[in-house]
């Protein structure tokens, strides 16, 4: 599909003696990458949620914003600039990388397509990345009916943290928040992260308390890291923006609903990307199972 593509393996070196840095819940990432800040922040972060042993894969979409339009988005000399910042990233991570320039459209199906086959999708928060904003805005005209990667959308952390140091898991106390919880868990472990368990108990839904109270006894009897748990009344999406915020967490991780595919992005998950102070991680149900079985969440093919 892309008209250039640029491959590097990384040697072992003094990266990987830090395995506590090195997560094993994804090992195959992709990022779409426009220069702004923000989807080189998601370079940085994947690069820190697949660790050394991992592998990452740059993609700039240099298409048309619109049909109307008489240039690209992102001509050649700027893809090679946004691309080489990328790639120095990548080698102080010490991760292996592919570098892939695409020009094909629209830039939402493009990504989409090049995201079949591996478990992560990282993006800048679409706040102002334009490669992020068209596909927040183009996946809801997709033909896909099923969303089975996860989604990382990214914002800038505290330099002075590691990313990931405190996150917070949103669970709904519903079918498939346990899978969710415990893959969290896992890497809140492998991050050495203090986590925080948080529900919203909307006077308008039913809750699940007893759900809740057991996701986090079981969180505590896995680590010795800070385990806390909130609940709190409210909406979903602004208590789960809020209660972020108050703790500090540089990473919020929540279900998507994938039975209605990438629409699900409209709904809460959608806007604690754009309303959230931090990074989200977005997974659907498939690979909740998988990284709740201590596999690499292996999306599959739509």
Same mark, same amino acid.
């Given at each position: 599909?892309?008209?250039?593509?640029?491959?590097?393996?990384?040697?072992?070196?003094?990266?990987?003696?830090?395995?506590?840095?090195?997560?094993?819940?994804?090992?195959?990432?992709?990022?779409?990458?426009?220069?702004?800040?923000?989807?080189?922040?998601?370079?940085?972060?994947?690069?820190?949620?697949?660790?050394?042993?991992?592998?990452?894969?740059?993609?700039?979409?240099?298409?048309?914003?619109?049909?109307?339009?008489?240039?690209?988005?992102?001509?050649?000399?700027?893809?090679?600039?946004?691309? $080489? +910042?990328?790639?120095?990233?990548?080698? /102080?991570? !010490?991760?292996?990388?592919?570098?892939? =320039?695409?020009? %094909? @459209?629209?830039?939402?199906?493009?990504?989409?397509?090049?995201?079949?086959?591996?478990?992560?999708?990282?993006?800048?928060?679409?706040?102002?990345?334009?490669?992020?904003?068209?596909?927040?805005?183009?996946?809801?005209?997709?033909?896909?009916?099923?969303?089975?990667?996860?989604?990382?959308?990214?914002?800038?952390?505290?330099?002075?943290?590691?990313?990931?140091?405190?996150?917070?898991?949103?669970?709904?106390?519903?079918?498939?928040?346990?899978?969710?919880?415990?893959?969290?868990?896992?890497?809140?472990?492998?991050?050495?992260?203090?986590?925080?368990?948080?529900?919203?108990?909307?006077?308008?839904?039913?809750?699940?308390?007893?759900?809740?109270?057991?996701?986090?006894?079981?969180?505590?009897?896995?680590? $010795? +890291?800070?385990?806390?748990?909130?609940? /709190?009344? !409210?909406?979903?999406?602004?208590?789960? =923006?809020?209660? %972020? @915020?108050?703790?500090?967490?540089?990473?919020?991780?929540?279900?998507?609903?994938?039975?209605?595919?990438?629409?699900?992005?409209?709904?809460?998950?959608?806007?604690?990307?754009?309303?959230?102070?931090?990074?989200?991680?977005?997974?659907?149900?498939?690979?909740?199972?998988?990284?709740?079985?201590?596999?690499?969440?292996?999306?599959?093919?739509?």
């Amino acid at each position: 599909m892309g008209n250039s593509s640029t491959d590097r393996n990384r040697a072992p070196s003094a990266h990987r003696e830090k395995s506590a840095d090195a997560p094993t819940l994804f090992s195959d990432a992709l990022c779409a990458v426009d220069g702004h800040e923000e989807s080189l922040e998601a370079v940085e972060q994947a690069a820190s949620l697949t660790g050394p042993d991992g592998r990452v894969t740059l993609l700039t979409v240099t298409s048309y914003r619109s049909p109307g339009d008489r240039g690209a988005a992102i001509g050649p000399q700027r893809a090679k600039e946004i691309l $080489d +910042r990328a790639v120095r990233i990548l080698d /102080e991570a !010490g991760v292996s990388y592919s570098v892939e =320039v695409d020009p %094909a @459209a629209p830039p939402a199906e493009v990504i989409l397509e090049w995201m079949l086959g591996r478990d992560l999708l990282a993006i800048g928060a679409p706040s102002s990345s334009l490669l992020s904003g068209m596909f927040i805005k183009g996946v809801g005209e997709t033909a896909l009916d099923a969303f089975t990667t996860p989604l990382l959308i990214a914002r800038p952390s505290d330099p002075s943290d590691s990313f990931a140091q405190r996150i917070l898991v949103a669970s709904d106390g519903l079918e498939g928040s346990d899978e969710l919880v415990e893959m969290a868990g896992r890497l809140a472990r492998a991050k050495g992260a203090d986590l925080t368990l948080f529900h919203a108990s909307d006077t308008a839904a039913k809750t699940h308390p007893h759900r809740i109270e057991m996701q986090f006894e079981k969180l505590q009897s896995e680590t $010795d +890291r800070v385990i806390d748990v909130r609940v /709190e009344p !409210g909406g979903a999406h602004t208590t789960i =923006v809020e209660s %972020a @915020a108050e703790i500090d967490a540089s990473l919020v991780v929540m279900g998507s609903r994938g039975r209605h595919g990438l629409r699900a992005l409209g709904s809460v998950g959608r806007r604690v990307a754009h309303h959230g102070h931090c990074s989200v991680l977005l997974v659907p149900p498939v690979s909740r199972r998988s990284a709740a079985d201590g596999r690499s969440p292996r999306p599959e093919a739509c």
